[in-house]
Nanobody, 116 residues
Framework: QVQLVESGGGLVQPGGSLRLSCAASGSILSINRMGWYRQAPGKERELVATRHEIGQINYADSVKGRFTISRDNAKNTVYLQMNSLKPEDTAVYYC??????????WGKGTLVTVSS
């Protein structure tokens, strides 16, 4: 059984920073990509950033230049450094693993609130 545990969410003022972490454990076979998605109240879940096994990185246009995704392969951990946060970044952030055999794994989410 694969488990993804996110941490690092919280309340931050506009312009502030947070770093999210996601540690993966269990029997994970052949990761294709790891990444982050988010879901704001009343909206659908959307991609924030993904990092592929071969190194390709994708960001949502709304976070380019502000967020950075990174991975520690030895620890099966993915990070999301979020800078210059805006109120519209407020959402539940979910960690995701997609494997080469087409399986999606999701964490339970961590809440990020950007407010003064």
């Amino acid at each position: 059984q694969v488990q993804l545990v996110e941490s690092g969410g919280g309340l931050v003022q506009p312009g502030g920073s947070l770093r999210l972490s996601c540690a993966a454990s269990g029997s994970i076979l052949s990761i294709n990509r790891m990444g982050w998605y988010r879901q704001a109240p009343g909206k659908e879940r959307e991609l924030v950033a993904t990092r592929h096994e071969i190194g390709q990185i994708n960001y949502a246009d709304s976070v380019k230049g502000r967020f950075t995704i990174s991975r520690d392969n030895a620890k099966n951990t993915v990070y999301l450094q979020m800078n210059s946060l805006k109120p519209e970044d407020t959402a539940v952030y979910y960690c995701n693993i997609f494997t080469w055999n087409g399986i999606n794994y999701w964490g339970k989410g961590t809440l990020v609130t950007v407010s003064s």
